[in-house]
């Protein structure tokens, strides 16, 4: 993993490359502050501390975070933990996220993170954009069924456990959205597809045993 932190006088901004598949909330949002085309392409004292945290938190994957000097500013996880289903693309997780291992261990705790679906990813469970090399194709379009229900207000964790060479088990309070924003699933426990071969997007129909699917 490969961490780059570009410190300012009011806010220190780390940014993980692994992580990126330049969704451009960044540039868009805050053109003065992320700039590709400069060196180093972060320049966090050439905007506000408040504008800065607000571009950053729309960042879907996690790529980047901040520390802020006033701890008003601290990001803090959205009360609801829900899952967005892409297009073509990963599933975009948002809450109070633990990402563990199937014997327990925590790998990382995020507010925000892009999680592969294709299954070609090279930084499993992550996404790192292997979906348009592979073109990978779901309209993510799932139509609300018996477990869409009203959205509830969440206080707790979502654990997201990507089982060895299956699915990513998710246990804790989380809501499901296809790509038109409608709820698909609300419940506490989902398995969702992360080989690419499911029937039944973004659910998992057993797929990655029929298609020999692999992780790390």
Known sequence: ?????Y???????????????????????????????NKPWVSPDSGSPE??????VRCPT????YQPAETHLAELPEPSNTVRVR?????????????????GERVASETRVALCRCGASKNKPFCDNS??????????????????????VTSG??????????????????????AAGRVIFEGTEAWLCRCGGSGD??????GHARNGFQSE
């Open 131 to 152: 979906h348009l090399a592979v073109a990978f194709k779901d309209p993510a379009m799932t139509i609300p069924g018996a477990k869409a229900q009203n959205e509830m």
């Open 87 to 103: 297009p073509d693309g990963p599933l975009y997780v948002r809450g109070n996220v633990v990402i563990a291992t199937q014997a």
């Open 51 to 56: 504008r800065i945290a607000e571009v950053i």
């Open 157 to 178: 964790k979502l654990h997201v456990i990507p089982t060895t060479n299956g699915p990513l088990h998710l246990q804790g309070q989380v809501t499901i959205r296809n």
């Open 62 to 65: 996690g790529a980047l975070h």
């Open 201 to 206: 997007k973004p659910f998992c129909d057993g």
């Open 1 to 5: 993993m490969k961490v780059h932190e």
């Open 7 to 37: 410190k300012g006088k009011g806010i220190t901004i780390t940014y993980d490359v692994s992580r990126c598949i330049h969704a451009k909330e960044c540039v868009l949002g805050a053109p003065s502050v992320f700039n590709p085309a």
